[in-house]
């Protein structure tokens, strides 16, 4: 357990509204990254950060967005959802040492209608 | 760009046999190799992490190797069990910077009783 958290765990939104998910952790970890699941594509990395303030774009960031205010908290907005956002979205930590592996959060299950 | 192929893509097999899942890259160049497992609808856990320096690493039943030169990572699992089914992935992290994770799609196993 890599103390992390994501909410909501579940969301079911419509095309067109703006949706913001949220992952906190407690440990004070430096890098933290965003990843959605599909089935016949893998994970994928959406966005990723290094510091408060400082993100960058992952493999398929079109459409997203990211916010990191505070060490704990990297938030993942689709400004304006469509149906090709529905996912499972996970968030990552990753630790600075013992070879540097990613641990992930439980997931945010997301569908837009 | 760096592909992570996981052969098979599923496995069944009868309860303690050993067997080995494989995955394979198409660049060398990595910093570390991580083993995931992932059960239905939950998040991922990570089970072994292999650094570039390194050949092996073993926890209890679990056994992952690494071959950079020919580009390739095995998963031993020795005398499975039921509970050992899940979808097994791998994952590489190419630099020690910020880079996130590229994922091979899984191998789906089930160990039957």
């Known amino acids: ?113 | 760009k760096q592909e992570v192929t996981q052969i098979p893509a599923a496995l069944s097999v009868p309860e303690g046999e050993n067997l080995v899942l494989n995955c394979s890259f198409t660049d060398s160049a990595i910093y570390n190799l991580q083993w995931f497992r992932q059960d239905p609808g939950k998040g991922l856990t990570s089970l072994l992490l292999i650094q570039s320096s390194q050949r092996e690493q073993t926890s209890g039943r679990l056994n992952a190797s690494l071959d950079k030169s020919s580009g390739r990572s095995t998963l031993y699992i020795a005398a499975s069990q039921p509970g050992d089914s899940a979808t097994y992935l791998c994952a590489l992290m190419l630099g020690g910077g910020a880079d996130g994770l590229t994922f091979g799609k899984g191998t789906h196993l089930i160990i039957q009783p």
Not at chain 1, 55 to 68: A, I, L, P
Not at chain 1, 70 to 76: H, I, S, V
Request: hydrophobic residues 25%; glycine residues 10%.
């Open chain 1, 1 to 113: 357990d890599a103390g992390i958290t994501q909410s909501p765990r579940h969301k079911v939104t419509e095309t067109g509204t703006p949706v913001t998910l949220r992952c906190h952790q407690t440990e004070n970890h430096r890098y933290m990254y965003w990843y959605r699941q599909d089935p016949g594509h893998g994970l994928r990395l959406i966005h990723y950060s290094y510091g408060v303030k400082d993100t960058d774009k992952g493999e398929v960031s079109d459409g997203y967005s990211v916010s990191r205010s505070k060490t704990e908290d990297f938030l993942l907005t689709l400004e304006s959802a469509t149906s090709s956002q529905t996912s499972v979205y996970f968030c990552a930590i990753r630790v600075t040492s013992g070879g540097m592996g990613q641990y992930f959060g439980p997931g945010t299950r997301l569908t837009v209608l």
